[in-house]
């Protein structure tokens, strides 16, 4: 357990309740229904992209900015990060959410508040249909999050942060009809308890798990597969330490972190 | 005083008056409500967010681009300014502002003046949610600008301007519904100085403010705190002119502030 005694593992967590607290503020909080008529999608999709891009901007470096359940499945499924970290991440992923959307809850008129942008289906949509639009949206999320995060690529890629972010927007522009773009299992989870609504609420962890597993599962083991041993695989999921023989000191980067930190 | 004879200074200042002055202009002006065609909220939060990129990618290189009274409290927060500096950006900023906005005043027709898309609470929203709002607007504004000009960063920065910019759209989106979004005192102040309305004026400097402070101490002391000892930031903050000693350090210095390069670098270099 020597991550725990790291302080950049906790400066990680709390950047990723931090980052997620914003996320679910600004997000949820541009889905409300402000004016009468309909939502206009594009508007409240390219806020959600561009609050993952700020956040990925903002604390990439520091944690990798997750900001996201199903992403951090993901990287754990891919053997990027131990078990541990995931278990820690979730956590504050789920707390930072919550306590996001219990601030927007506080500051935002009653007449404006609604269902809190809680998601739920459209009319007609099956859960069956629901979870395996889920899955798709998710699945592109985290192809683009693993191709732009992969430390192994050499050339210009230009911004991480907005590429991951226009990824988000572009689930939300197709997904917001169907399921209202959930993608992430803590924006769901948040309204949902402050509104105490869990109708399909399932569908919202295990359409994105399904998709981040899948993304994971696709881009690192068979469209740019790591090779690494089941040993290798195994230290990074037990969050073995890091062999330091060239005596870098504490808290200048682990190589978990790199891993998820190379923006 | 070493700053006040430095040719880089006085240009800097002046980047910063200009800066302003043009995100007055076409920010306000993106939001006057014409006849014909009204502005939606998404044009309006990209308008301003396209602004400062711009803005940022033409002067961030001379003075630091902050635009914003509130960033410029924050990057003193996070000893990354001199006092001096500071309080001659912020007179920069407020002057540029106000003559944005006056010229913005003259050239528009008297019709489509309205009230110059002053900050206002809207939605029925109680000052106290104003202010909240107007905070976390801020606060995630500056921790984007404090880590897509951290020169400590290694990994690749993409674009900071369409960062930057991107964030400010952002804060746009959600913020244009509770206050009209203030996120800069300056943007504020100057359609209240040109029409006169001052109403809640005080929460668009409470708010931005206060956000600035606390984004910029936890980013600079917590999320990635840097190894300066307490004379070099103080230092920084008298505004001592920097001895051969400190060649290194002056230029990291000034490279926090200022954008180094805004394009986008190599994998794995050092900027």
Request: overall charge neutral; some cysteine.
């Amino acid at each position: 357990m020597w991550e725990l005694r790291s302080a950049s593992f906790w400066r990680a967590i709390f950047a990723e309740f931090f980052a997620t607290l914003f996320y679910v503020f600004f997000g949820l909080g541009s889905s409300l229904r402000w004016a009468p008529g309909p939502l206009h999608v594009l508007q409240v999709a390219l806020a959600f992209g561009l609050a993952l891009a700020t956040l990925v901007q903002t604390v990439g470096h520091i944690s990798g900015a997750h900001v996201n359940p199903a992403v951090t499945f993901a990287f754990l499924v891919g053997s990027q990060m131990s078990l541990l970290r995931a278990f820690c991440y979730i956590a504050a992923q789920l707390l930072g959410a919550v306590a996001g959307a219990a601030v927007l809850y506080s500051v935002t008129p009653p007449a404006v508040r609604g269902n809190l942008a809680l998601n739920t289906l459209h009319a007609g949509v099956s859960v069956g249909q629901a979870t395996t639009v889920e899955i798709f949206l998710t699945l592109q999320f985290v192809l683009c999050i693993f191709a732009t995060y992969d430390e192994r690529r050499n050339g210009r890629m230009g911004s991480v942060a907005l590429a991951v972010g226009f990824s988000l927007t572009l689930g939300h522009l197709f997904g917001m009809y169907y399921t209202g773009a959930g993608m992430n299992p803590a924006r769901s989870f948040a309204p949902a308890i402050l509104t105490r609504n869990f109708s399909n609420h399932w569908v919202y962890w295990v359409g994105p798990i399904i998709g981040g597993g899948l993304g994971s599962l696709l881009y690192d083991f068979l469209l740019f597969p790591r090779l690494k041993s089941v040993s290798e695989r195994l230290s990074i999921l037990k969050g073995a330490r890091p062999s330091d023989s060239n005596g870098q000191p504490e808290g200048t980067g682990e190589p978990v972190e790199l891993k998820t930190q190379a923006l | 005083m070493w700053e006040l004879r430095s040719i880089a200074f006085s240009r800097a200042v002046l980047a910063e008056f200009l800066a302003t002055l043009l995100f007055v202009f076409f920010g306000l002006g993106s939001a006057l409500q014409w006849a014909s065609s009204p502005p939606s909220v998404l044009q309006i939060a990209v308008a301003f967010g396209l602004g400062i990129g711009i803005l940022v990618q033409a002067l961030g290189h001379v003075s630091g681009a902050h635009i914003n009274p509130a960033v410029t409290v924050a990057c003193l927060v996070g000893c990354h300014v001199s006092f001096l500096r500071a309080a001659f950006y912020v007179a920069a900023q407020l002057l540029g502002a106000v003559a944005g906005a006056a010229i913005l005043h003259e050239i528009t027709p008297v019709e489509i003046r309205g009230d110059l898309a002053v900050n206002a609470l809207h939605n029925n929203a109680t000052a106290g949610q104003a202010v909240t709002v107007e905070l976390f607007l801020t606060m995630q504004l500056v921790l984007c600008i404090f880590a897509s000009t951290d020169e400590r960063r290694g990994d690749n920065l993409g674009s900071p301007a369409l960062s930057i910019g991107f964030s400010v759209t952002l804060g746009h989106l959600l913020g244009i519904y509770f206050t009209g979004c203030s996120m800069n005192p300056a943007r504020s102040l100057a359609p209240a100085v040109v029409t006169g309305k001052f109403d809640d004026h005080w929460v668009f400097w409470i708010g931005p403010l206060v956000g600035a402070i606390i984004g910029s101490l936890l980013y600079n002391y917590l999320l990635f705190p840097s190894a300066k000892s307490l004379q070099e930031r103080l230092a920084v903050l008298k505004g001592l002119e920097p001895d051969t000693d400190w060649e290194e350090r002056e230029v990291r210095r000034r490279q926090s502030v200022e954008l180094h390069s805004p394009q986008s670098l190599p994998r794995g270099s050092k900027a």
